[in-house]
């Protein structure tokens, strides 16, 4: 076994965990990323669109903070969590400032040309030039410059606790199979979402959840697990790239919706501005059309070339579809909703601190920031801000205590080469494939009792299947997977009405005596449900 020690370990590449690590390394902590990916190409890089919502100097004069917080509530269908909420809206311009002040631009340069994204009252999404994969590269130029130690192509696959303390982690290097132990004062998960639970997603191979699982085994509590927002217009057709499409601009000038006879859902629905709905209820709508497999079409052959001109909001929407080879304009395209972000994950207070001591928590692995439903740009907003605020509380938390022992992580370090080497059972890519089908048929975007019991019930015998393959990583993560898809289930059995990205169709209304959260928690191998 390799042993390494930090005094901050980060587990994730993504933008929380890069704001991470940035944030205590400027504090003199002793800092080292962990990524099962590479660093700089995490589900940041993969799936934003690289707009992010605040307010700034660049604001609005009839826009606010206190509007964007409000904005914010109602989008999530008020069950996030105020002073998460309070944190992010009042704390982004800072954190937006110092991203800036490192090298980062946005569309417009000086006077950054501020977007409207369905959800917000008032124009304040700005486009990150060059998106998110230039935001990437800048922060790992940072991290390096400051010193933070990289570790890529690394599965982290347990915490390790001295009493109630995290102490370091143990995982496996996929590239020669080594087993390594990394003793820290401080963790931060930031490891993004959980998209590979679904069949149809964005996110890139592996998107398991592994972080949020890390935290549970930890002891560390879940909140808002039911709910997973769907992008509604996704690039669905054989033959074409699968791609986001801004749905916003485009059904603003005119485009539409249209089930396989040519009829708009939006009319069906009585729907009349379809430009304004919100990724759940645009999901919503689209499901129930597709039930029984039916297809719908992107419908753009109305929008001219003399509407481009001016509306930079829609020319961007519309070239960037045909500059991958999407004929828009030219003919109906099939679209469909694919998994996109989870709301839930680990519960955690406005420095990221989880309830167990020494592991915090940042970005898209962290829960009840956005509610029952995430508006757009605030996921890049949140992540910015809490992997900031996470970084320093880390740092701050590792001064206070002594390193652990190297026997504490010799045990699980010689478990886990016992399970790489241990040999047969059912492939991994075939108990993938089984979660994947149950979670989208029963947990996906319309939800009842007979489909979130068939899987709960599948889930649980998949516990007692041996798992096999000849990747080591892939093998690992089929565990993690599970605690996720348990998790979204169960909560979404739980919570009996529709709210938000969770709709239960045998339970369609939003009641308010589920104005609450549901919080998970493995408490002696049990999985416990608390709400608050």
Not at 56 to 70: A, M
Not at 331 to 346: C, E
Request: proline share 4%.
């Amino acid at each position: 076994m390799g042993m390494y020690k930090t005094e901050v370990l980060v587990i994730g590449g993504g933008l929380a965990g890069l704001t991470a690590a940035i944030s205590s390394a400027s504090n003199l902590s002793g800092t080292m990323i962990v990524t099962k990916t590479l660093v700089g190409g995490a589900n940041t890089t993969s799936v934003a669109a690289g707009i992010i919502s605040g307010v700034t100097d660049f604001k609005d004069p009839g826009d606010s903070r206190e509007l964007h917080y409000r904005d914010t509530i109602s989008g999530g269908h008020m069950v996030n969590d105020e002073a998460l909420v309070r944190t992010m809206v009042n704390d982004f311009s800072k954190y937006l400032d110092r991203l800036l002040d490192l090298g980062l631009e946005l569309e417009g340069g000086d006077e950054p040309r501020r977007l409207f994204i369905p959800g917000h009252s008032k124009p304040r999404s700005y486009l990150i030039k060059g998106k998110c994969h230039s935001l990437q590269s800048l922060l790992r130029r940072v991290c390096e410059g400051l010193g933070v130690v990289f570790m890529e192509r690394t599965l982290i696959t347990s915490l390790i606790k001295d009493g109630e303390r995290v102490v370091g982690a143990v995982g496996i290097r996929a590239d020669n199979r080594e087993v390594v132990g990394i003793k820290a004062n401080s963790i931060v998960l930031a490891t993004g979402g959980s998209g590979e639970l679904y069949p149809h997603t964005l996110m890139p191979l592996g998107s398991s959840g592994y972080g949020v699982s890390l935290g549970f085994r930890a002891g560390a509590e879940l909140v808002d697990m039911e709910f997973v927002q769907f992008y509604p217009t996704m690039i669905a057709e054989e033959g074409l790239p699968k791609l986001f499409v801004d749905y916003a601009p485009l059904l603003k000038f005119g485009a539409d919706i249209l089930d396989g006879d040519g009829k708009s859902i939006f009319k069906k629905h009585g729907v009349a501005e379809p430009h304004k709905l919100t990724r759940d209820q645009f999901s919503i709508i689209m499901a129930k059309e597709m039930t029984g497999g039916r297809p719908l079409f992107l419908d753009c052959t109305s929008i001219k070339d003399e509407d481009l001109l001016g509306n930079p909001s829609l020319s961007s929407a519309v070239r960037d579809l045909e500059s991958k080879n999407v004929p828009v304009r030219a003919r109906r395209v099939k679209v469909a909703p694919y998994a996109h972000f989870f709301m839930g994950g680990l519960r955690a207070d406005p420095n990221g601190m989880t309830n167990v001591e020494g592991l915090f928590a940042a970005g898209e692995a962290m829960g009840g920031v956005h509610g029952a439903n995430r508006i757009g740009g605030n996921a890049l907003a949140a992540c910015l801000v809490f992997g900031f605020r996470a970084g320093l509380a880390a740092s701050l938390h590792s001064g206070t205590v002594n390193e652990a022992d190297d026997k504490l992580l010799k045990d699980p370090a010689s478990k886990l080469v016992e399970t790489i080497n241990s040999e047969g059972g059912e492939e991994a890519s075939r108990i993938k494939g089984i979660v994947q089908k149950n979670m989208w048929e029963g947990v996906g975007i319309l939800r009842e009792k007979v489909g979130l019991e068939k899987a709960l019930s599948t889930f649980n015998s998949l516990r007692e299947v041996k798992v096999s393959s000849n990747t080591p990583m892939e093998k690992l993560l089929i565990p993690m997977m599970l605690d996720n898809a348990e998790a979204v289930a169960l909560s979404a059995m739980i919570r009996e009405e529709s709210r938000g990205a969770h709709f239960r169709a045998d339970f369609p209304e939003t009641r308010d005596e589920w104005r609450k959260r549901i919080v998970l928690k493995l408490q002696e191998g049990e999985c416990k449900v608390s709400f608050i």
